[in-house]
């Protein structure tokens, strides 16, 4: 089984999908725009994101050897709801700006250009593939307690969280704190 790294290139490059060509861009403003669907986030292992319909918006500015990346990401996707499990439909709106450097990434310097995030890419490389960035900054844009809207939830999950049976503690050589109940005598 290839890497996971390797699966994703394959993925992207049958699909021709999320590739920006570097040789052969001319000076100026050039437009891209993909639909992100469930095959892009399935195609990322352990992705939370279940569905997805997605619109990346691309403006890639060219001057001699500066390169900026405009992406805007907007529409809707599915994940887990923490609380009942079921499917929630959650909005998104991600805005990425890079600026792409050729050569080796130095230590020294910063990694950010005003509002631009710095991206490093080899002198060799004759394309940017943007499928990482537009996975890593939609993931990014969601929160970190993913919930329904207050009663929105699963009422037969609500109901069975709501009946809160006690659990009850062990008692004896089974319980791992059983050691520590004289610490404050």
């Known amino acids: 089984m290839l890497p996971l790294r390797a699966q994703i290139y394959l993925w992207v490059r049958m699909n021709g999908e999320f590739i920006i060509p570097l040789n052969g861009l001319t000076t100026g403003n050039h437009e891209y725009e993909w ?3 469930k095959e892009f986030f399935e195609s990322f292992e352990n992705s939370e994101i279940l569905d997805a319909e997605l619109v990346a918006s691309v403006v890639v500015e060219k001057s001699g050897r500066y390169l900026g990346i405009d992406c805007d990401v907007t529409g809707d996707v599915t994940v887990e709801c923490d609380r009942c499990l079921d499917d929630l439909i959650m909005p998104v709106e ?5 600026s792409v450097k050729y050569g080796d990434e130095e ?18 490389d004759a394309e940017f593939d943007m499928s990482q960035i537009i996975y890593d900054y939609v993931c990014l844009a969601l929160p970190m307690q993913r919930v329904h809207e207050e009663g929105d939830c699963n009422p037969d999950a609500m109901a069975h969280l709501a009946a809160g049976e006690p659990v009850e503690a062990e008692t004896g050589e089974n319980n791992p704190f059983s050691a520590l109940k004289d610490m404050f005598k």
């Open 94 to 98: 991600v805005e990425v700006k890079l």
């Open 107 to 124: 230590s020294s310097e910063e990694h950010r250009e005003g509002e631009r995030e710095v991206v490093f890419i080899p002198e060799t």
């Open 35 to 37: 639909r992100v669907g």
